[in-house]
């Protein structure tokens, strides 16, 4: 800004040239809600309002304004008024369209946990130039349970050592407990081991491990933010029969293998012995040694032994 002003001096006419061009450029661009960049906290499925505005265009050339969301952009209809928009409610849903002057356009939003950003893009249709104002979108929704387990853990206390699981999806992050059937508090947040909290900071894993003396009812799960609340159950005598039945399954399996392996091969030994002794008792060759001796006779015949 003070070059230009430098530049006024000495070539006053480039210089103001100059000045009113950049004005433009300024000028030019969108603000959604009267910035260029922000970032708004929203609640999901609460509709929301966004307004979009351009100044300093040719009121004989206004701008095309085109909304943007996750980056797709949103369709174009045409009125009798003119170009305008079609107001979504998100980028599935359908909408209503909304005119204001030429220069500004209304996009209506109810929104989805998965949105991101909002865009309104100025373009001049003549040049091609195109500007740009973004919203970054933070959605709020309830807490989410999407999983509840436990498993066994060797402990040398006495009792029965459970790890128990929980997988929760909440933005703003939600607030465990842990409770017993009586409704005494087993644990809270502050017990646990949260991971990947920043990578997916709506998806939580929360992992506990407990000793307890009897398997008899049921544990819940309470997850809970500002905007709601939500809980599981985990049966514990159900949790162990189905444990239990997996390897009473595979011993029984097992022996019936090896039941009629060991039959089989009693069979076999069977079927041998049978045979032997079927060779014992029928014909059997053996060597044979003789000798032939001639003797003399009263007679004329000879006779051979």
Same mark, same amino acid.
């Given at each position: 800004?003070?070059?230009?002003?430098?530049?006024? /001096?000495?070539?006053?006419?480039? /210089?103001?040239?100059?000045?009113?061009?950049?004005?433009?450029?300024?000028?030019?661009?969108?603000?959604?809600?009267?910035?260029?960049?922000?970032?708004?906290?929203?609640?999901?499925?609460?509709?929301?309002?966004?307004?979009?505005?351009?100044?300093?265009?040719? +009121?004989?050339?206004?701008?095309?304004?085109?909304?943007?969301?996750?980056?797709?952009?949103?369709?174009?209809?045409?009125?009798?008024?003119?170009?305008?928009? &079609?107001?979504?409610?998100?980028?599935?849903?359908?909408?209503? &369209?909304?005119?204001?002057?030429?220069?500004?356009?209304?996009?209506?939003?109810?929104?989805?946990?998965?949105?991101?950003?909002?865009?309104?893009?100025?373009?001049?249709?003549?040049?091609?130039?195109?500007?740009?104002?973004?919203?970054?979108?933070?959605?709020?929704?309830?807490?989410?349970?999407?999983?509840?387990?436990?498993?066994?853990?060797?402990?040398?206390?006495?009792?029965?050592?459970?790890?128990?699981? +929980?997988?929760?999806?909440?933005?703003?992050?939600?607030?465990?407990?842990?409770?017993?059937?009586?409704?005494?508090?087993?644990?809270?947040?502050?017990?646990? &081991?949260?991971?990947?909290?920043?990578?997916?900071?709506? =998806?939580?894993?929360?992992?506990?491990? &407990?000793?307890?003396?009897? =398997?008899?009812?049921?544990?819940?799960?309470?997850?809970?933010?500002?905007?709601?609340?939500?809980?599981?159950?985990?049966?514990?005598?159900?949790?162990?029969?189905?444990?239990?039945?997996?390897?009473?399954?595979?011993?029984?399996?097992?022996?019936? +293998?090896?039941?009629?392996?060991?039959?089989?091969?009693?069979?076999?030994?069977?079927?041998?012995?049978?045979?032997?002794?079927?060779? +014992?008792?029928?014909?059997?060759?053996?060597?044979?040694?003789?000798?032939?001796?001639?003797?003399?006779?009263?007679?004329?015949?000879?006779?051979?032994?």
């Amino acid at each position: 800004m003070y070059s230009i002003s430098v530049c006024v /001096c000495v070539f006053s006419k480039l /210089c103001l040239t100059l000045c009113f061009s950049l004005t433009a450029s300024i000028d030019s661009a969108p603000k959604i809600d009267g910035q260029r960049t922000s970032s708004v906290t929203i609640q999901e499925n609460v509709t929301h309002h966004f307004s979009c505005q351009s100044e300093g265009w040719d +009121a004989q050339a206004p701008p095309l304004l085109t909304w943007y969301l996750n980056g797709e952009r949103q369709r174009e209809v045409t009125g009798r008024r003119g170009a305008g928009r &079609l107001v979504m409610t998100s980028s599935q849903d359908s909408g209503t &369209l909304k005119y204001g002057s030429e220069r500004n356009s209304t996009f209506t939003l109810k929104p989805k946990r998965w949105d991101r950003e909002l865009v309104c893009a100025a373009r001049n249709p003549a040049r091609g130039e195109s500007y740009n104002a973004s919203v970054t979108l933070n959605v709020q929704f309830q807490p989410e349970i999407l999983r509840v387990d436990a498993h066994y853990s060797e402990s040398s206390d006495p009792g029965l050592a459970l790890i128990l699981f +929980a997988l929760v999806r909440s933005n703003p992050p939600a607030t465990i407990r842990w409770v017993d059937q009586s409704g005494q508090l087993l644990a809270n947040s502050s017990d646990f &081991l949260i991971l990947d909290s920043r990578s997916l900071p709506w =998806l939580t894993n929360h992992s506990l491990q &407990l000793t307890l003396s009897s =398997l008899s009812g049921n544990i819940t799960v309470n997850a809970s933010n500002s905007l709601g609340s939500a809980h599981s159950n985990l049966t514990l005598t159900e949790f162990l029969q189905s444990r239990v039945e997996v390897p009473v399954f595979g011993i029984v399996t097992g022996g019936v +293998a090896g039941f009629i392996t060991l039959l089989i091969f009693t069979l076999m030994v069977f079927f041998l012995l049978q045979k032997d002794k079927t060779k +014992a008792l029928g014909f059997a060759r053996y060597p044979m040694v003789g000798y032939i001796y001639k003797v003399s006779s009263t007679s004329s015949d000879e006779i051979w032994l």
